[in-house]
Nanobody, 118 residues
Framework: QVQLVESGGGLVQAGGSLRLSCAAS????????MGWFRRAPGKERVFVAK????????YYADSVKGRFTISRDNAKNTVYLQMYSLKPEDTAVYYC???????????WGQGTQVTVSS
């Protein structure tokens, strides 16, 4: 079992920045990859970023490359999503996910709302 709790969402103007955090508990944190997904209003949840257990291999959706950075602190059991140059189309509920079962996330956080105003 893995429990995930996100924080750091909020309202920001276009061009601004936010940092999301996701605290994990339950299984040895460095043993699994972590990711971020988002669900925009009226749309399906989509992949945003992924980071391996060691923190040295990252993957990003094309829509966020160069603007978002995923990182982790294994000593704090926390993964982060630093978001820069935010756009109104980044408005969504953001979810962190634990890849405990290989290629697909096995556990999800409850989500945190990010709203970017124009």
């Amino acid at each position: 079992q893995v429990q995930l709790v996100e924080s750091g969402g909020g309202l920001v103007q276009a061009g601004g920045s936010l940092r999301l955090s996701c605290a994990a508990s339950g299984r040895p944190f460095s043993s699994y990859a972590m990711g971020w997904f988002r669900r925009a209003p009226g749309k399906e949840r989509v992949f945003v970023a992924k980071l391996n257990g060691g923190g040295d291999s990252t993957y990003y959706a094309d829509s966020v490359k160069g603007r978002f950075t995923i990182s982790r602190d294994n000593a704090k059991n926390t993964v982060y999503l630093q978001m820069y140059s935010l756009k109104p189309e980044d408005t969504a509920v953001y979810y962190c996910a634990a890849y405990t079962f290989g290629a697909l996330p096995g556990y999800w956080g409850q989500g945190t709302q990010v709203t970017v105003s124009s």
